[in-house]
Structures are given as C-alpha cells and as structure tokens.
C-alpha cells in the first residue's frame, strides 16, 4: 500500500493568517505545503513569490514545494531556494532547457519537480523520468484555485505510475487541481502518491480537511 500524502496549496488560505493556517496544516498531518508561485505571464494571475515565501519559512519544518507557474523558472531558482524551498517544481511548457534546470536545482540542495499540463502527454516528459524526484500532473489548466477536476487526466496518472513501476523510479507522483473529498480516492485509485489541494482543504476545517483525505476506506 503506498503512503497517501497531502500538499495543502496556500492559494486558497488566509493570507492574513497564513502563519496559523499552515500550522493548522501540519497539526493536521500535511506533508508537504504547495506554494503556487504565478507571474502574470506564463499563467493568467499574480501571486506571490520568495519575500513571502522566507517569511513563512519560519511557521514550520514540513517542507516546500515552489510550483513555478512561471516564464523564465531558470533566472530565480536560486532565489526560491534561499527563500527555503526544498522542492522547486518548473512547468515542462516553460521553454527552458531542462537538463541545465535540474541540475541547478540540485546544486543548490533542492529536490527537482517537473508538472505538465492535461494536454501535455506523459510521453513528453518521459526522457526525465529518471533524473527528477517528482512529477506533479496538472488536473485544471493553471492559473486559479477553485477549478473543476479534468477526469481526461486519471488515464495519464495510471501511465505515469505504472511507468514508475515499471522503471522502479523513486519518482512521487502529484496531482494538483480541483481535488475534492467527492474524487480523491480515484486520483489515489490512478496512482498518485501525493494529493495537492487548495479550496477543498482551506475552505472549513483544516485539519480534519487533511486527515479525511488520508483516510481510504
Ligand atoms: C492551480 C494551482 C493549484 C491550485 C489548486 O493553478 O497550481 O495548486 O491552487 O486549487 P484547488 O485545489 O482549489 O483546485
Ligand atoms: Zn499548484
């Protein structure tokens, strides 16, 4: 049985409050904050970037994945790091050259994430599959919390996890968007190791929010 984890996305928290939601996330047995950096560019909104993630960095220890929604992902890297990243996650539609991107990553001490949009077939990103920690499959088009699951995604989680299988890759596999108490269980069904969900985790009870997700019965 593969462990199920969760990645509260700030993106729908209480900005005002953001110390205390994101403690609430970790007493609630999160396992990674998802942190939805965007510019105005390669996605259609703004939100914030590492000033704000170094000042959150001191709420707690669980660590941060940077999603960078984001069009040069390459010039700010090592600013995301030292703001306290411990997972930098760059779009495979950025036009960025990858093999130069991840190993700046990892010089600088992050773990390397790489998301694909759900028109971007698994295939694409296969030729990367051994050199990152983590794939994060985009269930709704980026740009905003609150969108509807794209159930056309649950085939290309199954091929990505039976390919993890297969290669016996350390790869996790997320999916991020419009995951919901209602539909968790066949993303987890699919194959994904880590659920990453905003509006259905900061919308009412945080910590319990967290734990029925962990809960497959
Ligand atoms: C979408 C972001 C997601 C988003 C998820 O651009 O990458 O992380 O915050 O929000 P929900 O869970 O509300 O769909
Ligand atoms: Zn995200």
């Known amino acids: 049985m ?3 984890m969760v990645a509260p996305s700030i993106l729908s928290a209480d900005f005002a409050n953001l110390c205390d939601e994101i403690q609430k996330c970790e007493k609630g047995d999160a396992d990674i904050i998802h942190l939805d950096v965007m510019d105005g560019h390669f996605v259609p909104n703004i939100t914030f970037g590492p000033v704000v993630i170094k000042s959150i960095r001191r709420c707690t220890k669980l660590p941060f994945d940077a999603h960078l929604m984001i069009e040069k992902p390459e010039k700010f890297v090592k600013d995301f790091i030292s703001a306290g990243a411990d997972i930098v996650t760059v779009h495979l539609e950025t036009k960025v050259d990858f ?5 700046k ?16 077939p698994f295939s694409k990103v296969k030729e990367y599959m051994d050199e990152i920690d983590y794939l994060l499959i985009m269930s709704v088009y ?32 997320g999916v991020d968007g419009g995951i919901k108490h209602t539909n968790y269980k066949e993303v987890l069904n699919a194959g994904a190791d880590i659920l990453v969900a905003a509006s259905a985790i900061f ?10 997700f962990k809960k497959m019965k």
Do not use: C, H, M, S
């Open 99 to 103: 093999d130069t991107i991840i190993r």
């Open 203 to 212: 919308g009412g009870d945080i910590v319990r929010n967290i734990q029925d």
């Open 2 to 4: 593969r462990k199920i």
């Open 105 to 120: 990553i990892r010089n600088y001490g992050a773990e390397v994430g790489i998301a694909i949009n759900p028109d971007t």
């Open 142 to 173: 980026p740009g905003f919390a609150g969108q509807r699951f794209i159930k056309d995604v649950l085939p290309k989680i199954k091929e990505a996890r039976e390919y993890v299988d297969k290669e016996d890759l350390q790869v996790k596999i």
